[in-house]
């Protein structure tokens, strides 16, 4: 999952947590396939077009990655990416993400007609600390109802396939 890029490109800690973690898990498993989603924010590249540099400078072949670059938030990240995954032959798709942000994913992409499973947690600090952690666990609290409400109406517009 894409996350905040600076103007000049530079990946926020996030992105190169979210990073590492899915070099991690592509690493123990045959022939991965990497998605990376996230828009062009704040001035700024878009976010897969980061990750998507971050990925091949790691040894990821560019055959290997299928880049979202469409997305502004989470929701959008989830409905574009379901519609790149329904056309690939995936065994199973692992979000990487950060340990607050994981159930609403999960629960999108569900919602979305993808299942998931949930990459294990790389252990770092939080670099802002504790109350930096709290204000993204509270902001995920808001966003997982609003989210399922909007997708849930998206299924009913017939713009999202359950399955």
Same mark, same amino acid.
């Given at each position: 999952?894409?996350?905040?890029?600076?103007?000049?490109? *530079?990946?926020?800690?996030?992105?190169?947590?979210?990073? &590492?973690?899915? @070099?991690?898990?592509?690493?123990?498993?045959?022939?991965?396939?990497?998605?990376?989603?996230?828009?062009?924010?704040?001035?700024? +590249?878009?976010?897969?077009?980061?990750?998507?540099?971050?990925?091949?400078?790691?040894?990821?072949?560019? %055959?290997? /990655? /299928?880049?979202?670059?469409?997305?502004?938030? *989470?929701?959008? %990240?989830?409905?574009?990416?379901?519609? /790149? /995954?329904?056309?690939?032959?995936?065994?199973?798709?692992?979000?990487?993400?950060?340990?607050?942000?994981?159930? &609403?994913?999960?629960?999108? #992409?569900?919602?979305?007609?993808? +299942? *998931?499973?949930?990459?294990? #947690? @790389?252990?770092?600090?939080? +670099?802002?600390?504790?109350? &930096?952690?709290?204000?993204?666990?509270?902001?995920?609290?808001?966003?997982?109802? #609003?989210?399922?409400?909007?997708?849930?109406?998206? &299924?009913?517009?017939?713009?999202?396939?359950? %399955?």
């Amino acid at each position: 999952m894409g996350a905040a890029v600076a103007k000049d490109g *530079t990946p926020s800690a996030a992105v190169l947590r979210r990073t &590492r973690m899915a @070099l991690r898990v592509g690493a123990q498993l045959e022939h991965p396939l990497y998605v990376p989603t996230g828009g062009a924010l704040h001035g700024g +590249p878009p976010e897969a077009h980061v990750i998507r540099g971050l990925l091949r400078d790691a040894g990821v072949r560019p %055959s290997r /990655i /299928i880049v979202e670059e469409r997305a502004e938030d *989470t929701l959008q %990240s989830v409905m574009y990416c379901a519609q /790149i /995954i329904r056309g690939l032959d995936a065994a199973a798709v692992i979000v990487c993400t950060d340990r607050y942000h994981v159930a &609403r994913c999960r629960s999108l #992409f569900r919602l979305a007609g993808i +299942p *998931t499973v949930a990459a294990p #947690f @790389l252990r770092a600090p939080a +670099p802002a600390g504790m109350q &930096r952690w709290l204000v993204s666990c509270v902001r995920e609290a808001v966003a997982l109802p #609003f989210d399922v409400m909007l997708l849930l109406a998206a &299924r009913v517009r017939g713009r999202v396939s359950p %399955s």
